[in-house]
């Protein structure tokens, strides 16, 4: 019987949090030992005089009651929570002050943009006309769909199919106005090789109310899950790092930490780093080639991995809730050469700092190898010299920004795999073969491991990108094992 069956998981990330809460709702006893000591892994925030900045979270799908994905953050115990649902998915202001808002409400949208590009109709009508038939249909609820209910994406195949093959900077390509020429490829967290698909996906939910940002962000989400673990009666471990998982006649059994105490168990799942697991853990004798060819050539750099965060002591009531600044000349930041900022204001989520005050956080992409090479003096340089050449852009197109910044905090790829434990600080990158949808459903690298039993892996590294991913991996993997061993599946509800 499953009563008498003991998982250990191997941190406490939403994918690790996820597997435990599901494993206790069906009888396992389980453990996650965690190596930091809050959970979340990469979904987290830190707190910094009163006001708090966010690691993870965008946007969130599952907001709507009506959302397969929502009756998983319930039954997680992080849902129902207060949300936020702002107006705006993003805005493009040139250098000149011109702007494009995409606008969640789609017939303001549309309005917005024939106002900017008269001439360019019948893209606009096509690019919102496919947004609003997405409303009707959530892509990924199909990662929570029976074989059965899979039928409900066919009559949208055509349309993914299309908007998937055409990415943001070739949709753009089709406008005759120059700016939003430019601007189309921004729209999508100024990502403009991302398939058209996955924007009109953010798009759509957002106008239906799917998509939202919970309030408190991603640690107080984070820490509601695990609550509600600990609730069903799991332990989490703090600060305890997993230095081996021990296996016997190629069974895992049970994992070592790195003070010396062995802990048995009848299944190890791992939400931990995907790299550490297989080549640390495990000392890469479960492997493919595939594998090792995917960690053997990480990117060399990566979008949004450096975070650099301000305190504001003054509201930001006008501007969207991201923003994409053109600069009149380029700029280096930890040496890349930028010519735009990627802005959030967390104008929307008063939470999260004092009252009449801002947090206010611009992403970057960075090199981890960059950052790794400098000596402690000039690292802490370097964070001092990047955040100075933001303030100056910022100062330029908010003027006042300067004196009024209170909290000033860089996060670095170096910062985040130091308290995370993700290789090089970095998201899973791209699978070969695999394209973003793929990552966004779970199409992944190492749920499991060649010629290795009794073990699983769940998260980013194994499966693919975002927080429902995770999460619906932990709740198969328990679902998996449940039919392994001839019971009922089952869940409750916080």
């Known amino acids: 019987m499953t009563a008498n ?20 709702m069906n009888g396992y006893r389980s453990r996650i030992f965690e190596r930091h000591s809050l959970p979340g892994g990469v979904c987290t925030g830190w707190k910094r005089k009163g006001y708090t900045f966010d690691g993870c979270m965008h946007h969130l799908v599952g907001c709507s009651p009506a959302a397969r994905t929502h009756r998983m953050w319930r039954e997680l115990g992080a849902m129902p929570r207060p949300v936020h649902f702002p107006e705006d998915l993003i805005g493009i202001e040139n250098t000149q002050g011109k702007r494009f808002i995409v606008y969640t409400d789609l017939d303001r949208l549309e309005a917005h943009m024939r106002a900017l590009a008269p001439a360019d109709g019948k893209v606009i009508r096509e690019f919102v006309s496919a947004a609003r038939r997405l409303t009707r249909f959530s892509v990924m609820d199909m990662l929570l769909a029976t074989p059965w209910k899979m039928v409900e994406a066919l009559p949208y195949m055509g349309l993914m199919g299309k908007w998937g093959k055409r990415t943001l900077e070739q949709l753009g390509g089709r406008f005759t106005d120059p700016f939003l020429r430019r601007a189309m490829g921004m729209i999508q967290y100024d990502f403009p090789d991302m398939p058209a698909l ?77 790299r550490t697991t297989i080549f640390d853990m495990l000392e ?25 965060s301000f305190g504001l002591a003054r509201g930001f009531p006008d501007e969207p809730h991201m923003l994409v600044l053109w600069l009149p000349e380029p700029v280096e930041i930890a040496g890349q ?77 170096l910062t985040t795999e130091r308290f995370t434990g993700s290789f090089k600080g970095y998201q899973a990158w791209g699978i070969p073969g695999q394209t973003m949808l793929h990552a966004l459903m779970g199409k992944g690298l190492s749920k499991t491991l060649p010629g290795l039993t009794n073990f699983h892996m769940v998260g980013q590294w194994a499966g693919g990108l975002g927080l429902p991913n995770v999460a619906a991996m932990g709740r198969k993997v328990i679902a998996d094992l449940c039919k392994r061993d001839g019971q009922r599946f089952t869940t409750t509800q916080a």
């Open 337 to 413: 050469h930028c010519d735009r900022l990627d802005i959030e204001f967390f104008n929307f989520a008063p939470e999260m700092a004092p009252a009449g005050k801002t947090a206010v956080q611009v992403v970057a992409p960075a090199s981890y190898d960059d950052w790794q090479a400098l000596s402690p003096a000039a690292y802490r340089a370097e964070k001092a010299r990047v955040a100075e050449t933001i303030t100056t852009c910022l100062e330029r197109r908010f003027p006042g920004f300067a004196a009024q910044v209170e909290v000033t905090d860089v996060a670095t790829p």
């Open 198 to 274: 996955i924007a009109l996906m953010f798009l759509a939910g957002c106008a239906s109310g799917n998509f939202g940002w919970p309030a408190g962000g991603s640690l107080a989400f984070a820490s509601a899950i695990a609550e509600r673990y600990v609730a069903l009666g799991g332990e989490i471990t703090y600060r305890a790092p997993v230095e081996t998982i021990m296996v016997e006649e190629d069974t895992a059994v049970g994992v070592r930490l790195s003070d010396g105490s062995e802990h048995r168990a009848d299944v190890v799942i791992s939400n931990a780093d995907g």
């Open 284 to 308: 890469g004798r479960y492997t493919t080639p595939l594998i090792h060819a995917f960690y053997d050539n990480p990117p060399q750099q990566q979008e949004m991995a450096l975070h650099v």
């Open 5 to 24: 069956k003991h998982l250990i998981i191997i941190g406490a990330g939403i994918g690790g949090l996820s597997a435990g809460c599901y494993a206790q």
